[in-house]
């Protein structure tokens, strides 16, 4: 689906079973399907300018420890528990992530850092993915 977008895309070798786990197991909860199985195919995406459509697993699990743990970012923010970002925008701070919310909804919201505001901006993984790709998402 990414390749039908654009060309300039890089994949990374599929993530492991056990980043996956430790990505889960450290954080405290599973990760929505769509992005574990996104990883299993490649531990991440990058676009053609060096971007992170997708983060891998190992920077899903360090960004989403620092944005709950660090306590600069308590002070700042609501809590980021109920989040967990996958991507970011290039040179901008804001990031998306999906909702963690008990129905399991995959929304994906983007989080504004100048004023902690989530916005969603697309239903799903593959549609966050072909939006923001095509041009369609507007922060």
């Known amino acids: 689906m990414i390749e039908q977008h654009t060309s300039q895309a890089r994949f990374a070798a599929p993530?492991?079973?056990?980043?996956?786990?430790?990505?889960?197991?450290?954080?405290?909860?599973?990760?929505?399907?769509?992005?574990?199985?996104?990883?299993?195919?490649?531990?991440?995406?990058?676009?053609?300018?060096?971007?992170?459509?997708?983060?891998?697993?190992?920077?899903?699990?360090?960004?989403?420890?620092?944005?709950?743990?660090?306590?600069?970012?308590?002070?700042?923010?609501?809590?980021?528990?109920?989040?967990?970002?996958?991507s970011d925008v290039p040179a901008d701070g804001n990031l998306f992530a999906y909702a963690l919310v008990p129905e399991g909804r995959p929304d994906i919201f983007v989080w504004d850092h100048r004023t902690d505001n989530r916005r969603c901006v697309a239903p799903s993984l593959e549609h966050f993915i072909e939006s923001w790709l095509t041009g369609q998402i507007r922060l």
Do not use: C, W
């Open 15 to 86: 993530a492991t079973d056990e980043a996956l786990y430790r990505a889960e197991e450290t954080l405290g909860h599973l990760l929505p399907d769509d992005l574990v199985k996104l990883l299993a195919e490649t531990d991440g995406v990058v676009d053609g300018n060096g971007y992170n459509l997708v983060f891998s697993a190992e920077q899903i699990l360090q960004g989403n420890l620092e944005m709950r743990t660090y306590p600069a970012l308590k002070r700042l923010y609501m809590a980021f528990d109920q989040l967990l970002f996958f």
